[in-house]
Antibody, heavy 124, light 108 residues
Framework: EVQLVESGGGLLQPGGSLRLSCAAS????????MSWVRQAPGKGLEWVSVIYSGGSTYYADSVKGQFTISRDNSKNTLYLQMNSLRAEDTAVYYC??????????????????WGQGTMVTVSS | SSELTQDPAVSVALGQTVRITCQGD??????ASWYQQKPGQAPVLVMYGKNNRPSGIPDRFSASGSGNTASLTITGAQAEDEADYYCNSRDTSGNHLVFGGGTKLTVL
């Protein structure tokens, strides 16, 4: 079964650090494009970061320099290292697989597999 | 531009047709994808590309696009379609991804 399972969320104080994990089954993380998406309480979805199968990484402006996306091929696991956490980073964090496609030269992407999410709460 | 704009809320009578729209400059260059999210659950991909439906998604869902606007249409809305719907695409640089603000669909 194709599945993503996140872990590592919790309650921590402002300025703290946390590493989220996303274990994949049924497919190979390193052969796919993977992403983190977050959702603050009562708010919409916010794209956070992507790591392409080739290893390139990109970040939303709101987390650039603060978060780092990575993967461990031997564990088939995606990670998000979060540093200098602030109250506004409080959210459910989802990992997701991205399917990129090109139809007659017109490109698109689709987050086709999502994890169940892990809650990160930053509060003093 | 990195923004996708959606109407915050839309309502539809049971069994009727509803269109949810998403506007943004990047949609002139990239397809949108659409996600359904029910309370307490992870988002689910319902449509992507020109008009592609993942396995298991009812055929009452369809997608279209023109210019800077993408649309998700539900033909014959059911009570179980009541949810938040998000569009997604890349930004104009092509490297970053972006979600619309979401549309809360109420089925009356």
């Amino acid at each position: 079964e194709v599945q993503l399972v996140e872990s590592g969320g919790g309650l921590l104080q402002p300025g703290g650090s946390l590493r989220l994990s996303c274990a994949a089954s049924g497919f190979t993380v390193s052969s796919n494009h993977m992403s983190w998406v977050r959702q603050a309480p009562g708010k919409g979805l916010e794209w956070v970061s992507v790591i392409y199968s080739g290893g390139s990484t990109y970040y939303a402006d709101s987390v650039k320099g603060q978060f780092t996306i990575s993967r461990d091929n031997s564990k088939n696991t995606l990670y998000l290292q979060m540093n200098s956490l602030r109250a506004e980073d409080t959210a459910v964090y989802y990992c997701a697989r991205i399917h990129y496609y090109d139809i007659s030269g017109y490109k698109g992407n689709a987050f086709d597999i999502w994890g169940q999410g892990t809650m990160v709460t930053v509060s003093s | 531009s990195s923004e996708l704009t959606q109407d915050p809320a839309v309502s539809v009578a049971l069994g009727q047709t509803v269109r949810i729209t998403c506007q943004g400059d990047s949609l002139r260059s990239y397809f949108a994808s659409w996600y359904q999210q029910k309370p307490g659950q992870a988002p689910v991909l319902v449509m992507y590309g020109k008009n592609n439906r993942p396995s298991g998604i009812p055929d009452r869902f369809s997608a279209s696009g023109s210019g800077n606007t993408a649309s998700l249409t539900i033909t014959g809305a059911q009570a179980e379609d009541e949810a938040d719907y998000y569009c997604n695409s890349r930004d104009t640089s092509g490297n970053h991804l972006v979600f619309g603000g979401g549309t809360k669909l109420t089925v009356l």
